[in-house]
């Protein structure tokens, strides 16, 4: 099968996984649904990201990426709920429950969502009419072009000391996701890819306490975790810290030159 056909199965693959996600969402059948869409339209997103200064590609990446924002507070709430709930704090968690309900419709009724699905419909008739008009005869080039770039960004961040750690953790999962999406054209080996999960997963635990340290000044009920959060912060910035240092040793230092 050509690689423009199989970029176009993927996307399709991922739009039957989101209708799924939503008719889950709405029936409120498992507590993974939302994170479900989300991952989704992560992907469609690495996926469509090498390809963003196609002008036919933009109404698709702008939608994905307007979806993103407006479920993010829903998905961190979720995750606080669970946190909550592992620290047998049931009542702080029910109190903040109450409000999943209605955020969950504000997403599926909302405007950006329905915005989104409109641009998957169209966006097969207009991936195609590019291809028709010869613009996908360097696709797979230009994917293993942008794969490189991203490699060597986040070679220089993991390099530099005083880098932010919130935008490294940003940089990681991208890194990650993309090459996910396009395993055989990435620079990474499946080990390779597996530093980055793993280095994700490290700065992800570190960013959530973070946050929550952060959420106790706004909300004062949370004021008896405060401790606990700020301990485990501290401890998984040290281990995302030292395997950073790892991740620098097994990372290609460089791909090939990219402009």
Sequence with gaps: MPFTDRFVAEVVNLQVRLYSACARLEARTDSEALHDLRIAIRRIRSLLKPLRSIKEMTALIEAAAEVGRQTTPARDLEVLIQELEKRKHPQLAQTRRAQLGARYAAILNGSPLSSFFEALDAWPAEFRSVEFNGGWTDIQSRIRKALNKQVNQLHLAIADKSFDRHKLR??????????????????????????????????????????????????????????????????????????????????????????
């Design 170 to 259: 940003v940089l990681v999962k991208r890194t990650r996701y993309l090459t996910e999406a396009f395993p055989t054209l990435s620079p990474l080996s499946n080990r390779e890819t597996k530093v980055l999960k793993e280095l994700q997963s490290a700065l992800g635990k570190w960013h959530d306490h973070y946050q929550w340290c952060l959420k106790v000044q706004a909300e004062n009920d949370l004021l008896p975790l405060e401790l606990a959060w700020t301990e485990c912060a501290a401890l998984a910035l040290s281990d995302a810290e030292a395997r950073l240092t790892e991740a620098a040793k097994q990372l290609p230092k460089s791909c090939k030159k990219v402009t």
